[in-house]
């Protein structure tokens, strides 16, 4: 069955970068949109992140310019690379695979950002 594990996560100071990886098992991997949503207490699940498997990419708003994703179909692992990081980043990332009729998520990945 599909797997994704993501890597990654962790405490950074305001300002800083950090790198997400999430590695895809089970899969063909290439046929599949990848994306990075978060989670912070007390919100509900937003999309941060995708790539399709075309390698269009979108971003939310709140994140445009200081993040980007990837992907590495060799690897079967998506990226999120994570710059000029706010304290307002704090959340749980989840990595998402997604191919009709199919939606798996990871485990997700805790990225805390102190000020």
Known sequence: QVQLVESGGGLVQSGGSLRLSCAASGMIFS???MGWYRQAP??????????????????????KGRFTISRDNVKNTVYLQMNS??????????CNARQWPGNHWGQGTQVTVSS
């Open 31 to 33: 046929t599949y949109d």
């Open 42 to 63: 007390g919100k509900q699940r937003e999309m941060v992140a995708v790539i399709t498997s075309g390698y269009i990419t979108n971003y939310a708003d709140s994140v």
């Open 85 to 94: 990081l706010k304290p307002e980043d704090t959340a749980v990332y989840y």
